[in-house]
Protein backbone atom coordinates (compact mmCIF):
# COMPACT_ATOMS: atom_id res chain seq x y z
CA UNK A 1 0.00 0.00 0.00
CA UNK A 2 1.07 3.41 -0.53
CA UNK A 3 0.54 6.66 1.38
CA UNK A 4 0.31 9.66 -0.43
CA UNK A 5 0.84 12.91 1.65
CA UNK A 6 -0.36 16.27 -0.31
CA UNK A 7 1.37 18.98 -0.02
CA UNK A 8 -0.47 22.40 -0.87
CA UNK A 9 -0.25 25.12 1.30
CA UNK A 10 2.10 26.82 3.51
CA UNK A 11 0.93 25.32 6.76
CA UNK A 12 1.99 21.59 4.82
CA UNK A 13 5.53 23.24 3.76
CA UNK A 14 5.93 23.84 7.63
CA UNK A 15 4.81 20.46 8.10
CA UNK A 16 7.53 18.86 5.75
CA UNK A 17 10.30 20.84 7.09
CA UNK A 18 8.91 19.32 10.23
CA UNK A 19 8.95 15.92 9.19
CA UNK A 20 12.36 16.17 7.24
CA UNK A 21 14.56 17.68 10.54
CA UNK A 22 12.42 15.27 12.52
CA UNK A 23 13.82 12.02 10.22
CA UNK A 24 16.98 13.29 9.94
CA UNK A 25 17.63 13.68 13.90
CA UNK A 26 15.32 11.03 14.66
CA UNK A 27 17.09 8.29 12.38
CA UNK A 28 20.40 9.34 14.06
CA UNK A 29 19.10 8.79 18.14
CA UNK A 30 17.87 5.65 16.88
CA UNK A 31 21.14 4.55 15.68
CA UNK A 32 23.33 5.68 18.29
CA UNK A 33 20.94 4.10 20.60
CA UNK A 34 19.20 1.07 18.89
CA UNK A 35 22.63 -0.14 16.86
CA UNK A 36 25.26 1.22 19.56
CA UNK A 37 27.83 1.70 16.73
CA UNK A 38 26.81 -1.80 14.81
CA UNK A 39 26.48 -0.92 10.95
CA UNK A 40 22.91 -0.83 9.85
CA UNK A 41 21.23 -3.98 8.44
CA UNK A 42 20.81 -3.39 4.36
CA UNK A 43 17.61 -4.19 4.34
CA UNK A 44 16.81 -1.19 6.95
CA UNK A 45 19.61 1.15 5.03
CA UNK A 46 17.16 0.87 2.06
CA UNK A 47 14.14 1.66 3.32
CA UNK A 48 15.54 4.76 4.85
CA UNK A 49 16.97 5.89 1.44
CA UNK A 50 13.42 5.06 0.26
CA UNK A 51 12.16 7.98 2.45
CA UNK A 52 15.15 10.01 1.68
CA UNK A 53 14.37 9.87 -2.22
CA UNK A 54 10.66 10.63 -1.46
CA UNK A 55 11.75 13.61 0.50
CA UNK A 56 14.16 14.92 -2.33
CA UNK A 57 11.64 14.02 -5.34
CA UNK A 58 8.98 17.29 -4.04
CA UNK A 59 11.65 19.44 -2.63
CA UNK A 60 15.09 21.06 -3.46
CA UNK A 61 18.29 21.73 -1.23
CA UNK A 62 18.57 25.07 0.59
CA UNK A 63 22.15 25.44 1.32
CA UNK A 64 21.70 29.28 2.87
CA UNK A 65 19.50 27.31 6.00
CA UNK A 66 21.98 25.42 8.47
CA UNK A 67 22.48 22.20 7.90
CA UNK A 68 20.26 19.80 10.28
CA UNK A 69 23.16 16.84 11.04
CA UNK A 70 26.54 16.12 9.28
CA UNK A 71 26.01 17.02 5.79
CA UNK A 72 22.52 17.07 5.24
CA UNK A 73 21.03 20.33 3.85
CA UNK A 74 17.80 21.79 5.16
CA UNK A 75 15.61 21.29 2.04
CA UNK A 76 12.52 23.60 0.88
CA UNK A 77 9.38 22.21 -0.70
CA UNK A 78 7.98 22.82 -3.92
CA UNK A 79 5.03 23.96 -5.27
CA UNK A 80 1.37 21.59 -4.95
CA UNK A 81 3.29 18.58 -4.35
CA UNK A 82 2.69 15.05 -3.16
CA UNK A 83 4.59 12.99 -0.56
CA UNK A 84 4.27 9.46 -1.55
CA UNK A 85 5.10 6.66 0.75
CA UNK A 86 5.31 3.05 0.58
CA UNK A 87 3.60 2.37 4.45
CA UNK A 88 6.71 0.55 5.57
CA UNK A 89 8.12 4.19 4.88
CA UNK A 90 5.53 5.65 6.64
CA UNK A 91 5.89 3.29 9.75
CA UNK A 92 9.57 3.90 10.03
CA UNK A 93 9.15 7.85 9.28
CA UNK A 94 6.73 7.55 12.32
CA UNK A 95 9.40 5.90 14.46
CA UNK A 96 11.93 8.35 13.30
CA UNK A 97 10.35 11.15 14.33
CA UNK A 98 8.71 10.11 17.39
CA UNK A 99 12.38 8.87 18.61
CA UNK A 100 14.33 12.36 17.45
CA UNK A 101 14.71 15.06 20.91
CA UNK A 102 12.27 17.80 20.38
CA UNK A 103 12.36 20.59 22.87
CA UNK A 104 8.97 22.25 24.36
CA UNK A 105 8.77 24.91 22.02
CA UNK A 106 8.22 22.30 18.96
CA UNK A 107 5.74 20.42 20.75
CA UNK A 108 2.59 21.40 18.66
CA UNK A 109 4.48 21.34 15.34
CA UNK A 110 5.60 17.74 16.11
CA UNK A 111 1.68 16.91 17.09
CA UNK A 112 0.38 18.42 13.62
CA UNK A 113 3.30 16.88 11.52
CA UNK A 114 2.50 13.56 12.93
CA UNK A 115 -1.31 13.73 12.97
CA UNK A 116 -0.91 15.04 8.83
CA UNK A 117 1.27 12.08 8.14
CA UNK A 118 -1.45 9.88 10.13
CA UNK A 119 -4.08 11.65 7.77
CA UNK A 120 -2.25 10.99 4.40
CA UNK A 121 -4.21 8.86 1.79
CA UNK A 122 -4.16 5.19 1.46
CA UNK A 123 -3.87 4.11 -2.05
CA UNK A 124 -3.48 0.87 -3.96
CA UNK A 125 -0.06 -0.20 -5.56
Known sequence: MLRKIH????????????AFQAFCFGRVVT???????????REDRRLDLGIVRAFEAI??????????HGDVIARVLTDDSTLVLKQTELDRLDKYINRGPCDTGHLVALEDCLDWLAASEKVDE
Open 59 to 68: STPDPSLPKL
Open 31 to 41: LQIDLKGEPQK
Open 7 to 18: CQSERDAERFTT
